[in-house]
């Protein structure tokens, strides 16, 4: 393969004439994909800005892998994320099916223009002599691909041993000489020699095309004008280019988006990087947030700035702002995005996206959420932190009486009896506050910094036991504003509960 510098020489498209209409198409064979998402995420885009269309297929020919639910994942993971298509199995549209399981028809028709033209050939060959070549190949260190032995078949003999029920595929027949050449968007020339290039099987014995025959034929017939796909699909373009030439059709633009990758640079994989959209989902990250780390993963915008929404994407979309170079998926990246985008909520929006995707902690309602999410959205990263952040708003504080004692070097500066003493204390300065003032966070951190001080107890020592009294555990939201939200009721029961622990 030769690849020469990008093509960055102005805006005119190959396909400018006709309207554009890309499309993404994931199979449905396990999780949805966060690359899926990737890939949608820059066809919607394009489509969006040319005011094209953008399509969903589904890629269903791997019988023994596909599923209906990891196909009805792949719509909702899509629709989730605001990657909204115009056409698709759910979503219909003039250029259906939409599943390549559905097109079996479609596919044989076109292939036997492939064998009619001389352009495709019946294959014969068994996967144990199949194996036996590539071993010998191995052996000699040549090149692994078939060596055209059932290429010279007479058709006639052929299509009787087809009638008489001997297994079969259909090959193309590559041309074995000169190069194949095609054009990537982002990359520019890329050529092939046709040496390196094997008789790829269109079609395979259970009468189901392979990835590189449907591609095509749905691509044409579907009229799309770019594909945009992952760089790992370059080596099979010159197959596909190949295969608009026998058919006699127009090829597409190409754009090959690079890979992401992991930070050891190797392609994203779920042994180091989580890559299945309902995980983001169900950890909590927020919709617009995941979108904007896709897109800072492989494009950026031309002020620089790393925050921006999908319509904004959409509006300053260019493919000479997307880097050919291997983005690296660093999910504290994604953390610290979606911080900022929760933090940017109104507290009812916050209160209402832990409704819709199932995040209101247990024995929580939603308006003592609303009072709480003051406290805990400044240092929420994920929607699935809330529970554990305010846990102790709503459930019994399990701690041991010990952990009341303010302590230095595991040495406790304070008995039992004293800390007692001070919260009942605390307990009298605080209800002297409820009953003559507002029940602030301002005067009770005040009230009780004077009493600390009044006496021989330290204020940081004091906080501390008032924390764990009021909170079950050393590190929690602000401490006086905790007890605001609680309320008088449910902060004078801790308080005494804490005393109760000490006697």
């Given at each position: 393969m030769e690849?020469?510098?990008?093509d960055?020489?102005?805006s005119?498209?190959s396909?400018q004439?006709?309207?554009?209409?890309?499309?993404?198409?994931?199979?449905?064979?396990?999780?949805?994909h966060?690359?899926?998402?990737?890939?949608a995420?820059?066809n919607m885009c394009?489509?969006?800005k040319m005011?094209g269309?953008f399509?969903l297929?589904i890629e269903?020919t791997?019988?023994?892998?596909?599923?209906?639910e990891?196909?009805?994942a792949i719509?909702?993971?899509?629709h989730w994320?605001g990657?909204d298509y115009d056409?698709g199995p759910?979503?219909?549209?003039?250029h259906g099916?939409?599943r390549q399981s559905e097109?079996?028809?479609?596919y044989a028709?076109?292939?036997?223009?492939?064998?009619d033209?001389?352009?495709?050939?019946?294959?014969?060959c068994?996967?144990?002599?199949l194996a036996q070549?590539?071993?010998?190949?191995?052996?000699a260190k040549g090149?692994?691909?078939?060596?055209?032995h059932?290429r010279?078949?007479?058709?006639?003999?052929?299509?009787r041993?087809v009638?008489?029920?001997?297994?079969?595929v259909?090959?193309?027949a590559?041309?074995?000489?000169?190069e194949t050449?095609f054009r990537?968007r982002?990359r520019?020339?890329?050529k092939?020699?046709?040496?390196t290039?094997?008789?790829q099987?269109?079609?395979k014995?259970?009468?189901?095309p392979?990835?590189?025959?449907?591609?095509?034929?749905?691509?044409?017939?579907m009229?799309?004008?770019h594909?945009?796909?992952?760089e790992?699909w370059i080596?099979?373009?010159p197959k596909h280019?190949?295969?608009y030439d026998?058919?006699?059709?127009?090829?597409?633009?190409?754009?090959?988006?690079?890979?992401l990758?992991n930070?050891?640079?190797?392609?994203?994989?779920?042994?180091?990087?989580p890559?299945?959209?309902?995980w983001?989902?169900s950890?909590?990250?927020?919709?617009?947030?995941?979108?904007?780390?896709?897109?800072?993963?492989?494009y950026?915008m031309?002020?620089?700035r790393e925050?921006?929404?999908?319509?904004e994407m959409?509006d300053e979309f260019?493919?000479?702002?997307?880097?050919?170079?291997?983005p690296?998926?660093?999910l504290e990246k994604?953390?610290?995005?979606?911080g900022t985008?929760i933090r940017?909520?109104?507290?009812?929006?916050?209160?209402a996206?832990?409704?819709a995707e199932n995040?209101?902690p247990v024995?929580a309602?939603?308006?003592k959420m609303?009072?709480?999410?003051?406290l805990?959205?400044?240092?929420?990263?994920?929607?699935?932190e809330?529970?554990d952040?305010?846990a102790?708003?709503?459930?019994?504080?399990?701690?041991?009486p010990?952990?009341?004692?303010p302590?230095?070097?595991?040495?406790p500066?304070h008995t039992?009896?004293?800390?007692?003493q001070?919260?009942?204390?605390?307990?009298?300065?605080f209800?002297?506050i409820?009953?003559t003032?507002t029940?602030?966070?301002?005067a009770l951190?005040?009230?009780?910094r004077t009493l600390?001080?009044?006496?021989?107890?330290?204020p940081?020592?004091?906080?501390?036991?008032l924390?764990?009294?009021?909170?079950g555990?050393?590190?929690s939201?602000?401490?006086?504003?905790?007890?605001v939200v609680?309320?008088l009721e449910?902060?004078m029961k801790?308080?005494d509960h804490?005393?109760?622990?000490?006697?």
């Amino acid at each position: 393969m030769e690849q020469a510098g990008r093509d960055d020489g102005g805006s005119q498209l190959s396909n400018q004439e006709r309207p554009v209409r890309v499309r993404v198409a994931p199979s449905p064979t396990g999780d949805p994909h966060v690359g899926t998402a990737y890939i949608a995420l820059f066809n919607m885009c394009f489509a969006r800005k040319m005011g094209g269309q953008f399509i969903l297929r589904i890629e269903d020919t791997d019988q023994a892998r596909s599923t209906p639910e990891s196909e009805a994942a792949i719509f909702r993971a899509l629709h989730w994320l605001g990657l909204d298509y115009d056409e698709g199995p759910d979503a219909g549209g003039p250029h259906g099916p939409y599943r390549q399981s559905e097109r079996s028809a479609i596919y044989a028709r076109e292939v036997k223009k492939l064998l009619d033209s001389g352009h495709a050939y019946y294959c014969f060959c068994t996967a144990e002599r199949l194996a036996q070549v590539k071993e010998a190949q191995k052996a000699a260190k040549g090149q692994l691909r078939y060596d055209g032995h059932c290429r010279p078949l007479d058709r006639a003999e052929a299509e009787r041993r087809v009638a008489a029920g001997e297994p079969f595929v259909i090959r193309l027949a590559v041309p074995a000489t000169g190069e194949t050449t095609f054009r990537d968007r982002l990359r520019g020339e890329i050529k092939f020699d046709n040496s390196t290039i094997d008789d790829q099987v269109l079609l395979k014995s259970d009468g189901l095309p392979t990835y590189h025959l449907a591609s095509v034929v749905d691509d044409h017939l579907m009229e799309i004008t770019h594909v945009c796909r992952a760089e790992e699909w370059i080596t099979s373009t010159p197959k596909h280019v190949l295969l608009y030439d026998a058919f006699g059709w127009t090829a597409p633009e190409f754009i090959h988006m690079p890979l992401l990758r992991n930070a050891d640079r190797s392609k994203i994989s779920k042994r180091k990087n989580p890559t299945s959209l309902d995980w983001y989902r169900s950890q909590g990250f927020l919709p617009e947030a995941l979108l904007n780390f896709l897109g800072l993963l492989g494009y950026s915008m031309p002020d620089g700035r790393e925050q921006f929404t999908l319509a904004e994407m959409i509006d300053e979309f260019s493919w000479d702002r997307v880097n050919t170079t291997g983005p690296v998926f660093d999910l504290e990246k994604l953390d610290w995005l979606n911080g900022t985008y929760i933090r940017a909520l109104s507290p009812e929006t916050f209160v209402a996206r832990l409704q819709a995707e199932n995040f209101l902690p247990v024995g929580a309602t939603p308006e003592k959420m609303l009072a709480a999410a003051p406290l805990v959205q400044e240092r929420t990263k994920r929607l699935s932190e809330v529970a554990d952040l305010t846990a102790f708003l709503w459930q019994e504080l399990p701690y041991e009486p010990s952990a009341l004692l303010p302590a230095k070097k595991g040495q406790p500066l304070h008995t039992a009896a004293e800390t007692r003493q001070i919260l009942e204390q605390v307990r009298t300065v605080f209800s002297e506050i409820a009953a003559t003032q507002t029940w602030s966070a301002a005067a009770l951190e005040q009230s009780a910094r004077t009493l600390a001080e009044s006496g021989d107890w330290k204020p940081t020592e004091l906080f501390m036991t008032l924390r764990i009294a009021i909170t079950g555990r050393p590190v929690s939201t602000p401490l006086f504003e905790t007890m605001v939200v609680l309320g008088l009721e449910e902060a004078m029961k801790r308080l005494d509960h804490a005393i109760a622990k000490l006697e």
